[in-house]
């Protein structure tokens, strides 16, 4: 059962995106059709960009929603994938755990239990013990004529948060740039915060245009809306600019 750590693979980006998303914004404004538009414009990387850069600064931002970006994610917890699904407006394909058996599962280890000896130690015990009790389950399930999906499906209910899994999400731009406002703040939870920082990065490559002043919600206000208790100090609370009248 060893320790597994996070992987993030950039599957696929829609292709032509600035063109894509440039054709979307002018079709609102224009008499002339999308696609022929399109393929005018598809070469024009300087013109897509400050009509782009424009329409965004106003708040237009739906034409973003027509290009995704696909991401596989290995080495993650079930704890983490818990709080992805919670983004709705994305689409995700999870390892399953009851096609998949968990024989020998890996395990995600926190930072501040890692950091500690005995913490470490009584993690590493009890994930041993889940391991072998799920084995145990499994086999006695399977001893009486259940089918390995259906043992599979029950044992599973021993296995912890911190059980390794593997997952695909695709998020349209838009939606990316709303989970990075979220996920790459410090008051998110670690370990999503770290996925979120990897998809950012890739993301930035991709497409700098769009996201790279992308991330936690403070670099595109200025200042931090979780106010005075809950801030890391980056940028000055909201109630301080309240206070300056900014
Ligand atoms: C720091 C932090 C702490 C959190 N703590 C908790 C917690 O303790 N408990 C808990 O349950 N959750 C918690 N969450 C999860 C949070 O409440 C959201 O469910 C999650 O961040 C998904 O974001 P979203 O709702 O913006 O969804 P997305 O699905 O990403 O939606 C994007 C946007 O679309 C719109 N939208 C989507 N669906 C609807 C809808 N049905 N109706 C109206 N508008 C919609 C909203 O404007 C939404 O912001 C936490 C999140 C963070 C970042």
């Keep these: ?12 980006v829609t292709e032509n995106a600035l063109a894509l998303i440039y054709s979307a914004c002018r079709q609102c404004y224009a008499e002339e059709f999308a696609g022929d538009i399109y393929e005018k414009i598809k070469d024009d990387d300087v013109k ?20 995704k970006f696909t991401f596989a994610i290995e080495g993650v917890s ?3 994938t818990h709080q992805l699904v919670r983004h709705r407006l994305a ?6 755990q009851r096609y998949v058996k968990e024989s020998d599962f890996d395990y995600i280890i926190p930072p501040s239990i890692e950091a500690n000896p005995l913490a470490k130690k009584e993690f590493e015990r009890i994930m041993a013990l889940i391991q072998e009790s799920y084995t145990r389950i499994s ?6 004529g259940l089918s390995g999906e259906t043992a599979n499906q029950d044992a599973r209910f021993v296995l912890p ?18 989970f990075f406002k979220h996920r790459c703040c410090f008051r998110a939870q670690w370990e999503i915060r770290k996925l979120a920082e990897k998809m950012l990065l890739d993301c930035k490559k991709c497409l700098p245009l769009l996201f790279s002043k992308a991330g936690a919600k403070c670099i595109s206000l200025g200042f931090c809306p979780e106010g005075a208790r809950f801030s890391c100090g980056r940028f000055p609370v909201k109630e301080e600019n309240a206070k300056e009248g900014k």
Excluded: W
């Design 1 to 12: 059962m060893p320790k597994a750590t996070l992987n993030v693979k950039l599957l696929d």
């Design 48 to 67: 897509q960009a400050a009509f782009i850069k424009k329409i965004i600064a106003s708040g237009h931002e739906s034409p973003l929603e027509h290009v």
């Design 78 to 80: 079930r704890a983490l």
């Design 91 to 96: 689409s995700y394909s999870q390892q399953s």
């Design 139 to 144: 086999e006695v399930l399977s001893e009486k």
């Design 161 to 178: 948060q911190a059980a390794e899994t593997k997952i695909i999400v695709t998020m349209n731009c838009r939606e990316l740039l709303h």
